[in-house]
């Protein structure tokens, strides 16, 4: 597997979830991957993947220290072909249970975190004359949920400024996309580790009726990662098993039988 043979890639938030089978998919496919994280874990991630991989200690709301990974990356690899901004943070809360403190904390890390690694990155990027920058958004910065107000404002920031960064480096031959995951099986979701067989029984609100694998997230990274891609600039790649591909009736209560059609049954298994 070489899909990415040769490529240097950065992933943020890589010790666990998503971030992890990202960096696992890419090293896979020939990238050689710098995994940052806030949390220490990130190097027994590294060490597993193996010596295609390194650790990196990194806040992503931290400015300078974006500017020192970048540079520790470059100093060693030469280049960067590949920005995954992956690193997030989620918060339920009502509208009128969040403060403008919640607010900024979330928009500081998913979206400033996002902004910052891009505008760290793009110069080396646009001096190379190519790239691939993906952004991690949310199927809720298409269609948000209830009480994600400060969490949909973040993911909706980060779709939008992805459009605009494909838009500037489009020219310089560097691509930025986002991607759109939903009800993907991570801890931000399962932080106990629960079975996902007993989490996906009644899912049956959405086509797919279960949760998803972080490796199959990871392989829509993959692709947007790879020279594959190349005519794909300012997309956005939904992967959520259908969850905002539509609804489903449920009929109406007291209406005729026959108006409207019945929901799916859920699956058997
Ligand atoms: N799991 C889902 O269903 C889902 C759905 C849509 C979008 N997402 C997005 O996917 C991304 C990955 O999420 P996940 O599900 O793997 O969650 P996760 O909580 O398992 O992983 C997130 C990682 O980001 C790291 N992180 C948090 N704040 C950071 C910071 N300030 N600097 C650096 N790293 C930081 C965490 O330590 C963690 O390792 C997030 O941006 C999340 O919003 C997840």
């Known amino acids: 597997m070489t899909r990415l043979a040769g490529k240097i890639a950065i992933v943020t938030g890589a010790a666990r979830g998503m971030g992890a089978?990202?960096?696992?998919?890419?090293?896979?496919?020939?990238?050689?991957?710098?995994?940052?994280?806030?949390?220490?874990?990130?190097?027994?991630?590294?060490?597993?993947?193996?010596?295609?991989?390194t650790?990196?200690?990194?806040?992503?709301?931290?400015?300078?220290?974006?500017?020192?990974?970048?540079?520790?990356?470059?100093?060693?690899h030469g280049r960067i072909d590949v920005l995954v901004n992956n690193a997030g943070i989620l918060m339920f809360k009502d509208l009128l249970a969040t403060s403008a403190a919640d607010l900024r904390r979330i928009l500081d890390v998913n979206a400033v975190g996002t902004f910052i690694g891009m505008r760290t990155v793009a110069p080396h990027m646009i001096r190379q004359g190519s790239?691939?920058?993906v952004n991690n958004s949310s199927c809720?910065?298409?269609?948000?949920?209830?009480s994600l107000i400060a969490y949909a404002s973040s993911k909706f920031a980060v779709r939008g400024m992805t459009k605009v960064a494909a838009l500037e480096l489009?020219?310089?031959?560097?691509?930025?996309?986002?991607?759109?995951?939903?009800?993907?099986?991570?801890?931000?979701?399962?932080?106990?580790?629960?079975?996902a067989d007993a989490l996906n029984r009644g899912m049956s609100w959405f086509?797919?009726?279960?949760?998803?694998?972080?490796?199959?997230?990871?392989n829509c990274f993959v692709f947007l990662a790879s020279d594959e891609s190349s005519f794909c600039m300012g997309t956005e790649l939904t992967v959520d098993g259908g969850l905002i591909a539509g609804h489903?009736?449920?009929?109406?209560?007291?209406?005729?039988?026959?108006?409207?059609?019945?929901?799916?049954?859920?699956?058997?298994?």
């Open 55 to 76: 650790a990196y200690r990194h806040d992503v709301s931290d400015e300078s220290r974006w500017q020192e990974v970048v540079d520790a990356v470059v100093a060693r």
């Open 248 to 269: 489903y009736y449920y009929g109406l209560p007291g209406a005729p039988a026959g108006i409207l059609p019945p929901g799916p049954a859920p699956r058997k298994t």
């Open 140 to 146: 809720d910065g298409i269609s948000p949920a209830n």
């Open 131 to 133: 790239g691939s920058i």
């Open 21 to 53: 089978a990202i960096s696992r998919r890419f090293a896979e496919e020939g990238a050689t991957v710098a995994l940052t994280d806030v949390l220490p874990e990130v190097d027994a991630t590294a060490q597993a993947i193996g010596p295609a991989a």
């Open 170 to 195: 489009g020219p310089h031959g560097v691509r930025v996309n986002s991607v759109h995951p939903g009800s993907i099986n991570t801890p931000m979701v399962n932080p106990q580790g629960a079975p």
């Open 207 to 218: 086509p797919a009726q279960r949760l998803g694998d972080p490796i199959e997230a990871a």
